[in-house]
């Protein structure tokens, strides 16, 4: 998952059907039980330009605290910033900063007793980390359908299993990130089609020390969050 956007469409098996469906075109793992993710905006947010583009969005539900504006600063095509002006319970009126990316889904891959990382180099913190694969969800998939096409694309591999293990908001205090946290299993080698923006090295680990890798500096949130939810489900 990289830092800016990228106009290449989804990566797909040689038929053009999309990475991670079955023959009949249902998603691999997921016995339609996981839709894909809704995009409703709440009423102050609906009719904004910036949220009503077509793009996916990670957008909030209706305010407990009055709203007293939206204001949309910054919009890049990649992720949109501005601030709400809101009444807190003491009747003040603050403007509360926020940054909206569009949902991710970060991958747990299990196969033959290894997890399966990338390693890459990330300029926003100038430095080369080893990561769990992840990707921004398109619209009309759901988290294990962008799940097992992100894998495929950035490593190789596509899953014939696919479980969705948790869905979270990110750092809460700033952002409008959603994120889902997919177990992957059953690999099978496909072709790789990474963006044109991902320089990315696949790399295996075993099991029984994948989280004291990932726990090595430098590292990052999904990747420890990832591995720490699939231990707690018994995956690792």
Not at 207 to 225: C, F, G, K, S, W
Request: hydrophobic share 35%; charged share 25%.
């Amino acid at each position: 998952m990289t830092g800016e956007s990228d106009p290449t469409p989804a990566g797909g098996d040689d038929d053009g059907s999309p990475v991670g469906n079955d023959d009949d075109g249902s998603p691999v793992g997921n016995d339609g039980d996981e839709p894909p993710l809704a995009v409703d905006p709440a009423a102050d947010l609906r009719d904004l330009p910036a949220f009503s583009d077509g793009r996916l969005h990670s957008l909030p539900g209706e305010p407990e605290w009055p709203v007293e504006e939206v204001a949309v600063e910054y919009d890049s095509g990649w992720f949109v910033g501005g601030y709400d002006r809101v009444e807190q319970p003491d009747g003040r009126l603050k403007n509360y900063y926020w940054a909206e990316l569009p949902p991710a889904t970060v991958v747990i891959a299990i196969a033959d007793g290894h997890v399966l990382f990338v390693e890459q180099y990330r300029p926003a913190t100038r430095q080369t980390s080893l990561e769990l694969p992840a990707g921004i969800v398109e619209p009309g998939e759901s988290y294990t359908e962008a799940g097992a096409r992100e894998l495929a694309e950035e490593t190789g591999f596509a899953p014939d299993s696919t479980t969705l293990l948790q869905e979270v908001w990110c750092t809460t205090g700033l952002l409008r990130h959603a994120r889902g946290y997919v177990l992957a299993e059953g690999l099978e080698p496909v072709e790789a089609e990474a963006d044109s923006n991902e320089f990315l090295v696949p790399r295996t680990v075993p099991v029984e020390e994948a989280i004291a890798v990932a726990r090595e500096p430098p590292t990052n949130d999904a990747t420890l969050e990832g591995l720490l939810l699939a231990a707690y489900d018994g995956a690792l």
